[in-house]
């Protein structure tokens, strides 16, 4: 047919060349033990430039893989481009993993190179040997930490320092551009992959006004790692839009990220909750006026936390939901503006606590597990939650058997139960590893623990079931008391009771002292289960 568009590629060199031409005069700021360095746009590109030509030096593959096992700074940002916009695949290594998961995710992607930060170059020094397929170790000094003893090792800013800008040209935007592998929360880690395509649009969403709204008016803090489910988006949205990025380096302790969203007036910054807890007690007398936007998710926002962020700042946080596996923004809890009108600040904080819409590209559906029917949009009826769209993953890489999460007609299990009200917004009701099945009855473990933050003297909260031998399972707390405060197992109780169903109550709140957390933040209830494998209830 006569006048259809030019086919043209969607890969990531569109992006850079944009930043590179039109925001020149932008920044990379990033927090080092030395305090804030800077680099504009224009000199990020020319050393982005020059990498690529370190990747050629370095003899990685026309399309192999590159390892990076570094913080959020400047440099990982020219790791983010280099790589994929040389045809190569940028493989994020977590930086919190067990030793035998990340060789296990080494070996299995068989990366070339390991771009490794000077501060965490020892964590590696165990597993060289059984790295069989990395030729070089690349340092990025950081400012500290003890560089392992092995001849593959050189140093990033020498071969820099010799290295010739190149061009960046990618014509097949199904090419790979980049991967990251689960957390390996059960059984192995598995590698998920994304396309030049799936990133582009993935990114155009992001700057979306009702998803997450990236523009060039930002400062971008993410405190969520850019080796955690594709930095959310926001490393590749900073660049394509010229928004000024705020990189925090190796120090995410509170009092740092707080001096960093108001020395350089951040607008908008992005962690998972735990993050925002520690943030939210330090928020008082600080100048916070530039912030316009604080995004979580990972889990569930507790309703407490987000309307403490309102009190605090005037701006409550907008939770978004994804996975590894959508790259990762699937919805977020952009609230319509006839609902802004006609709710009370008690309905409003109610529907903050969803994960709100789903993104423009993706489409979801809830469905009685096991089935590919839909369920009503009631906020009643909980089904597990799927997905599809062009930036949700197909298939696991190299990983045989990973049928199993996905539909026979090709859609995304993502292991969540959740409702939809008559809106079309979707609150994610619990994990299906982590409900509570007590007596033939869900209880919804995510429920329970937000209403027992939403006490005053809580600072943490976990629920996970205990065998029961009448009822199959049964809920216990566990929680974490604020520093300085007292609470009683009746306290908690009491403040649930007029909350939710008396079924739902725990048979016993257990105090500890700190809820584990996985790798990337979130509670491990995997952990905590194991812990009390033989913890017997109290009687009656």
Avoid at 274 to 281: A, E, F, Q, R, Y
Avoid at 366 to 387: A, K, N, R
Avoid at 395 to 413: A, I, V
Wanted: glycine share 8%; charged share 20%; with cysteine.
């Amino acid at each position: 047919m006569q006048g259809l568009m030019q086919d043209y590629p969607l890969t990531l060199p569109h992006f850079f060349h944009r930043a590179e031409r039109l925001f020149p005069k932008k920044h990379v700021a990033t927090n080092t033990p030395g305090g804030i360095e800077r680099i504009t746009y224009g000199e990020w590109a020319d050393r982005t430039r020059r990498l690529g030509a370190v990747l050629e030096a370095l003899g990685v593959s026309p399309d192999g893989r590159v390892g990076s096992f570094a913080w959020n700074t400047a440099r990982h940002l020219e790791l983010y481009f280099a790589v994929p916009c040389t045809g190569r695949v940028l493989h994020t290594l977590n930086l919190r993993l067990f030793p035998a998961d990340l060789t296990y995710i080494i070996n299995h992607a068989e990366d070339e190179v390991i771009f490794a930060d000077r501060s965490v170059a020892a964590l590696l020094a165990p597993l060289l040997p059984e790295l069989t397929t990395v030729k070089h170790i690349v340092i990025m000094d950081d400012g500290k930490g003890d560089v392992p003893d092995d001849p593959r090792i050189v140093d990033y800013e020498k071969l820099m320092a010799d290295a010739k800008p190149v061009e960046f040209n990618v014509t097949d935007e199904n090419q790979a551009g980049s991967m990251m592998y689960t957390s390996g929360t059960t059984g192995k880690p598995k590698g998920v992959v994304y396309s030049h395509r799936s990133m582009w649009l993935h990114t155009m969403a992001v700057m979306v006004h009702d998803v997450l709204g990236v523009s060039e008016v930002d400062t971008i803090l993410p405190v969520v790692p850019m080796f955690h489910a594709n930095c959310w988006g926001l490393a590749h949205a900073a660049v394509a839009s010229g928004a000024n990025l705020v990189m925090p380096g190796a120090d995410l302790s509170p009092p740092t990220l707080v001096d960093l969203m108001v020395s350089e007036k951040v607008t908008m910054a992005a962690g998972v909750p735990t993050i925002w807890m520690g943030v939210l007690p330090l928020l008082a007398g600080r100048d916070l006026s530039s912030i316009t936007k604080v995004l979580c998710g990972g889990s569930a926002v507790p309703k407490s936390l987000s309307e403490g962020f309102r009190e605090a700042i005037g701006v409550p946080i907008t939770q978004a939901w994804g996975m590894t596996e959508t790259s990762p923004i699937a919805s977020t809890g952009h609230i319509k503006s006839y609902l802004q009108e006609s709710m009370s600040i008690d309905e409003l904080a109610d529907q903050r606590a969803t994960v709100g819409l789903i993104a423009p590209g993706v489409e979801f559906r809830v469905v009685e597990p096991g089935t590919v029917s839909p369920l009503p949009w009631d906020g009643v009826t909980s089904g597990e939650l799927q997905v599809a769209g062009p930036w949700i993953v197909r298939d696991y890489y190299n990983h045989p058997g990973s049928q199993e999460s996905f539909t026979p007609d090709g859609w995304l299990r993502t292991g969540d139960v959740a409702v939809v009200d008559d809106e079309g917004y979707i609150k994610l009701v619990d994990r299906t590893k982590d409900l509570v099945k007590s007596g033939g009855e869900w209880i919804s473990s995510v429920e329970l623990e937000n209403e027992i933050m939403a006490h005053p003297k809580v600072a943490e909260a976990a629920v996970i079931g205990i065998a029961h031998p009448k009822w199959d399972e049964r809920p216990i707390a566990c929680v974490v008391i604020k520093a300085g405060e007292e609470l009683t197992k009746d306290e908690v109780l009491d403040h649930l009771r007029p909350r939710v169903a008396k079924w739902w109550l725990p048979d016993d709140v257990v105090f500890i002292d700190e809820v584990p957390k996985t790798s990337v933040g979130k509670f491990s209830k995997k952990t905590l289960r194991e812990k009390f494998v033989d913890y017997t209830l109290p009687t009656a």
